[in-house]
């Protein structure tokens, strides 16, 4: 069974600066997809980023990015010039390939989530 | 406007009295599937459904039941609720799954 470990429950980062949050993952899948998800306090779940293991690039989007280190089953998620509408609960998930092991209907393995606060 | 609807957003019950969270998504996506977010455990998926008619349980299915008769719909259902299934709950859709779930705004239910 795969598991997905957020070892920060709190964080908080000045406005326009740079905050790093941590996610590691356990899995003996080869192939599988990672994900990180914001839920703000109006409790809706955004995905924020995606990343696909067979792609050694790390994927960005805007000011969100991603460093993917396969080997060392790591995932952090890196937001840039922080802004008062980041503050909010983020959550890495776990993937498994479709087409590898069946079952869970690519189910979404998530971790306990980190919850950022962005302050004046 | 694409989106995942479930209803209702907040559900105040008491135990034994069933009752059914709907959610209904307009995008034609293939997969569905339910979770529910505790603290200190994320969220967690109860059951998923990869097409009309074809559900399988996920990692807490007790206490729970859900159909897909209809490709937009995907209901939850709690036949006799106990206080240990106050939570939050999400409906999720998707295409193929691997490129991210489009979640429901959740709804609050609490059983006493």
């Known amino acids: 069974a795969q598991t997905v470990t957020q070892s920060q429950p709190e964080m908080s980062v000045q406005e326009a600066e740079t905050v790093t949050l941590s996610c590691t993952y356990d899995?003996?899948?080869?192939?599988?997809?990672l994900f990180w998800y914001k839920q703000p306090p109006s409790r809706q779940m955004i995905l924020v980023i995606r990343?696909?293991?067979?792609?050694?690039q790390n994927a960005t989007e805007n000011r969100f990015s991603v460093n993917f280190q396969k080997a060392a089953k790591s995932f952090s998620l890196k937001i840039s010039d922080s802004q008062l509408g980041d503050t909010a609960m983020y959550f890495c998930?776990?993937?498994?390939?479709?087409?590898?092991?069946?079952?869970?209907?690519?189910?979404?393995?998530f971790g306990t989530g980190t919850q950022l606060k962005v302050e004046l | 406007e694409a989106q995942v609807t479930q209803n209702p957003r907040y559900l105040i019950t008491v135990t034994g009295k069933k009752l059914t969270v709907t959610c209904s998504q307009n995008?034609?996506?293939?997969?569905m599937s339910w979770y529910r977010q505790d603290p200190g455990l994320g969220l967690r998926q109860i059951y998923y459904?990869?097409?009309?008619?074809?559900?399988d349980k996920g990692d807490v299915p007790e206490g729970y039941k859900v159909s897909r008769k209809e490709k937009r719909n995907f209901p939850l259902i709690l036949e006799s609720p106990s206080p240990n299934q106050t939570s939050l709950y999400f409906c999720?859709?998707?295409?193929?799954?691997?490129?991210?779930?489009?979640f429901g705004s959740g709804t609050r239910l609490t059983v006493v």
């Open positions: 999720a859709s998707s295409w193929t799954g691997d490129d991210g779930y489009t």
């Open positions: 899995t003996s899948e080869s192939n599988y997809y």
């Open positions: 990343q696909e293991a067979y792609k050694q």
């Open positions: 998930a776990f993937m498994k390939l479709k087409g590898g092991v069946t079952g869970g209907g690519n189910k979404l393995t």
């Open positions: 995008m034609n996506h293939e997969y």
């Open positions: 459904s990869m097409n009309v008619e074809v559900t």
